[in-house]
Nanobody, 124 residues
Framework: QVQLVESGGGLVQAGGSLRLSCAAS????????IGWFRQAPGKEREGVSC????????NYVDSVKGRFTISRDNAKNTVYLQMNSLKPEDTAIYYC?????????????????WGQGTQVTVSS
């Protein structure tokens, strides 16, 4: 059974940090680029970051550059999103998803697998 399971969300004060994990099972994680997305209440889902198969390439939405870091451990079938200097506007449900090509990271419709999401709440 193909699964992506996010964990690590929670409630944190502004300026704090969280590390999200995305654990894959049922498919070969190294064969996919992995994206992190988020959806705040009343807003559309947006791309946050993406990492290529071998972690040689990454991208970030401008609002998180310098604060978030994406990484992956293919041996553990896990991708991480380290989030520092969190702001209340980072509050959202965060999802990870798998896509065949890093070049398709910005195209949500191209993703093959999605996790169920983990809630991140940043208080002011």
């Amino acid at each position: 059974q193909v699964q992506l399971v996010e964990s690590g969300g929670g409630l944190v004060q502004a300026g704090g940090s969280l590390r999200l994990s995305c654990a894959a099972s049922g498919f070969t994680l190294p064969a996919y680029a992995i994206g992190w997305f988020r959806q705040a209440p009343g807003k559309e889902r947006e791309g946050v970051s993406c990492i290529s198969h071998s972690a040689g390439s990454t991208n970030y939405v401008d609002s998180v550059k310098g604060r978030f870091t994406i990484s992956r451990d293919n041996a553990k079938n896990t991708v991480y999103l380290q989030m520092n200097s969190l702001k209340p506007e980072d509050t959202a449900i965060y999802y990870c998803a798998a896509v065949r090509l890093f070049g398709l990271c910005d195209l949500m419709d191209e993703y093959d697998y999605w996790g169920q999401g983990t809630q991140v709440t940043v208080s002011s």
